[in-house]
């Protein structure tokens, strides 16, 4: 997580002081990039073609300082935010839907198996293809580990929040009404520390 924060300050950090025009060009390789390795590659290999002596070719949108230092300290959370152990998903479930109350059961014990099976099959090994399903995942675990956390690992319940806050915005395109659930499991989580982000997914 330490890694992760300084290569993120890293970029932060080159969109503050770069010049404007390499400034704009990282801040839209960050908006179209599958994952933040992406954003790394130099230009020719990310569109395709060969390196230019143009000013264009020429004006690298993050120097090879920074470029080493995502490389470096990049990993699986840094890259694609992979979801915790099987094992561990399976016990913050059941903690949700022993715990939560029926009244809190905005997702079916039904879909939410069927979320799993979709993100670790049989191997148990995790697909984050299925971004909808590792969402909803995700958020029911963040919430099922707050009624039991001596159980977990301390870090857990936050990796799960931030895996369902990261891939929010798929559900919200792709599936709607999931997107309401959703929302209400991160207002749920936040009810507990932080009531501004509680009531910005309430709204």
């Given at each position: ?134 969402c909803g995942l995700a ?65």
């Amino acid at each position: 997580m330490r890694a992760r924060l300084e290569s993120l300050e890293a970029i932060v950090a080159a969109l503050q002081t770069k010049p404007p025009d390499q400034a704009d060009e990282l801040l839209n390789r960050i908006r179209s990039a599958d994952d933040i390795d992406t954003v790394m590659l130099p230009r020719d290999q990310l569109s395709g073609g060969s390196s230019t002596s143009s000013s264009e070719g020429s004006a690298a949108p993050v120097d090879t300082a920074l470029r080493t230092q995502i490389r470096v300290s990049s990993s699986s959370y840094l890259v694609s935010l992979v979801i915790p152990s099987a094992q561990t998903t399976v016990a913050a479930i059941q903690s949700f839907f022993s715990s939560s109350g029926k009244l809190f059961h905005v997702f079916s014990r039904d879909q939410i198996d069927n979320y799993y099976k979709s993100v670790f099959g049989l191997d148990g090994r995790p697909n984050i293809n299925n971004t909808v399903a590792l969402c909803g995942l995700a958020a029911v675990a963040s919430v099922g580990i707050q009624y039991n956390p001596g159980d977990f690992d301390p870090e857990s319940e936050v990796v799960f929040y931030n895996v369902a806050r990261h891939y929010f915005s798929d559900v919200l395109e792709k599936q709607p009404l999931d997107a309401i659930k959703v929302a209400t499991m991160l207002a749920m989580y936040n009810i507990l520390c932080k009531a501004t982000a509680t009531l910005a997914y309430v709204g």
